[in-house]
């Protein structure tokens, strides 16, 4: 918020280069908790080194 204005920031970054991870253990009750069925599938796994993010100076958002 700027103010009492809804405000953004631009954000720009490259693509997350993504590698394979292993799920060794997880612990989430919150999908079930909120009425969701949970599958039995096994979860797919990605994770990032990072990359850099430039964020730009927030902005007021103009509505219609």
């Known amino acids: 918020m700027l103010g009492s204005r809804l405000a953004y920031a631009p954000v720009d970054h ?31 796994v990605h994770y990032s080194d990072g990359v850099d993010v430039r964020i730009g100076l927030p902005r007021r958002l103009e509505t219609a």
């Not at 612990?27 to 039995?40: K, L």
């Open 14 to 44: 490259p693509t997350w280069p993504l590698q394979n991870a292993l799920l060794r253990n997880v612990g989430d009750e919150f999908v079930a908790a909120a009425g969701y069925q949970v599958g039995n599938a096994d979860p797919v």
